[in-house]
């Protein structure tokens, strides 16, 4: 161990510093052949590597040569310093002899716990530890006055058998630990019990109420089939499907038959009743005809657009064109969705024919716009009066060459039969083949020739597309 590392009152004369570590010498010793006096424990380091001169000047030394220096021993041990603790705030200060003296009862000292719980703490901390905090310490119950140490007695206390305690299933009663168990089991209204119908479990104040609801409960059927045990979940199929005395409606009744009969007459109701089943059934059918033909208007309605522009996409042309070619009358007509001019405005619809009609008929395609009965036709101004648009859509690609759609437009004339207000129905007649002038539309029998569209991308993959604008004077909209 070096020098004196301690705080001296006064800064120590030079002769008392050992000249190894620079300290005040700790067991000073003397070397007698040269007169230089050195820690013993440092001058012991310094010739372990195997020196054997003094440090000073270098001179041999003989271990014999070695002996304490007591007399500057006790100069240093009367030097006054400070306690090791000052910086803690220790006030102490006196001779270093005295040091060792001090610490022993020095409240700023480090010491261990007398009780041997392992504990180090400041001397004048240790009345605390040793009342409160150790584990060592001697406790006696308040409940049952059994002793323990500070440890036991911390985990005696969450067992101790003559503690009073709650109820754990809050219930609200209180005893001593000991009856908690027997009380749990046999008396406590909030104990757990499973149900012995459905097996889960329920507090033993809602067991009852439980089973006033509980699906596997055992009800009796209300027809009194004779039936005992039905689970109460089960008890709605049991009475439609399997209770002899249950009523039951006749399976025609979504067709309109009200009649009720037990389960074994139903057989015998059918037998009798055929006719009128068969007649009520064909009522059906004829409801739902006309609830399908409004469905398909509707779905029509709401699938046109309503800002007087359809592009309609043609796939499969070539099928289209050969079925037409093959058509023995050749007038095979294709139709393209229903539009609106505009909001509230004409129900219209394209038509093309794939081969031509009219003189157009084997080499053209032809075109026709008509309009078809709509919901608004007795707000709007008659004959129709805008001006339309046809389009054959080049599908080039643009940024090879500059598409050449192919366009013609017209403003109907107000003398023309095709644009008068539509009678209701007409569109059925249209598709029944009925070639009436005014039912087909107008348009453009040689809308393109068939040689022509073979010249640019009219027709790519297959399909071509058509688009028909309406320029609607914007009075009208407003």
Same mark, same amino acid.
């Given at each position: ?31 007698? /052949? ?38 500057? *021993? ?54 605390? @530890?040793?009342?409160?905090?150790? +584990? ?15 440890? !036991? ?12 305690? %709650? ?5 609200? +009663? ?31 104040? /809602? ?51 009200? %009649? ?6 139903? #057989? @015998? ?61 050749? /007038?095979? *007509?294709?139709?393209?969705?229903? $539009?609106?001019?505009?909001? %509230? ?20 395609? #032809? ?22 648009? $046809? ?16 366009? *013609? ?22 598709? +029944? ?13 040689? $809308? ?9 991308? %009219?027709?790519?993959?297959? !399909?071509?597309?058509?688009?028909? #604008? ?9």
């Amino acid at each position: 161990m070096p020098g004196l590392d301690y705080k001296f009152l006064e800064r120590p004369r030079r002769r008392f510093l050992c000249p190894l570590c620079s300290k005040p010498m700790r067991e000073p010793v003397q070397v007698s /052949t040269c007169g230089h006096r050195f820690c013993d424990t440092c001058l012991q380091e310094f010739l372990s590597a195997g020196i054997f001169k003094c440090p000073e000047d270098q001179m041999p030394l003989d271990y014999a040569k070695i002996f304490p220096d007591v007399e500057l *021993e006790q100069q240093i041990l009367a030097l006054p310093i400070r306690c090791i603790h000052s910086e803690e705030g220790c006030r102490w200060s006196a001779q270093n002899k005295q040091l060792q003296a001090h610490l022993s009862v020095c409240p700023y000292n480090v010491v261990p716990c007398p009780n041997r719980c392992m504990v180090k703490l400041l001397r004048r901390d240790l009345p605390q @530890h040793l009342q409160h905090d150790c +584990a060592k310490r001697k406790l006696r119950c308040d409940h049952c006055a059994e002793e323990f140490t500070g440890e !036991a007695h911390e985990r005696h206390q969450d067992m101790c058998p003559e503690e009073s305690v %709650y109820c754990e299933n809050k219930c609200g +009663a209180r005893m001593v630990r000991r009856l908690l168990t027997q009380h749990s089991v046999s008396e406590c209204p909030k104990r757990k019990l499973s149900c012995k119908y459905c097996s889960k479990e329920f507090l033993y104040d /809602t067991i009852q109420h439980h089973q006033n609801q509980c699906p596997r409960f055992p009800v009796q059927c209300p027809n009194s089939c004779g039936t005992h045990g039905i689970a109460r979940e089960d008890l709605m199929i049991h009475v439609k499907e399997n209770c002899g005395s249950a009523m039951v409606l006749c399976p025609f009744k979504d067709a309109g038959c009200k %009649y009720r009969c037990s389960k074994p007459a139903v #057989s @015998h109701h059918l037998d009798e009743a055929a006719q009128a089943h068969l007649s009520l059934l064909c009522s059906l059918v004829s409801r739902q005809r006309l609830e399908l033909r409004e469905l398909r208007r509707r779905v029509e309605e709401l699938s046109g657009t309503q800002d007087g522009t359809l592009l309609w996409k043609i796939p499969n042309y070539s099928r289209h064109l050969q079925e037409t070619r093959n058509c023995s009358t050749g /007038t095979s *007509e294709l139709f393209s969705p229903a $539009f609106y001019s505009h909001r %509230y405005g004409y129900r219209l619809q394209v038509s093309v024919f794939p081969n031509g009609n009219g003189s157009g008929e084997g080499t053209h395609l #032809s075109v026709y716009i008509r309009v078809l009965p709509g919901e608004y036709d007795g707000l709007l101004e008659w004959p129709f009066p805008h001006r339309v648009t $046809f389009s054959l859509l080049d599908q080039s690609d643009p940024a090879l060459s500059k598409p050449q759609h192919i366009t *013609e437009s017209f403003s109907p004339d107000p003398n023309w039969k095709n644009f008068q207000r539509p009678r209701p129905g007409a569109i059925g007649s249209i598709r +029944a083949g009925c070639l009436d002038e005014s039912m087909l539309g107008f348009g453009y029998p040689k $809308f393109i020739s068939q040689e022509q569209m073979k010249q640019r991308n %009219y027709i790519r993959d297959n !399909a071509i597309f058509i688009k028909a #604008s309406i320029d609607v004077v914007q009075k009208i909209i407003n």
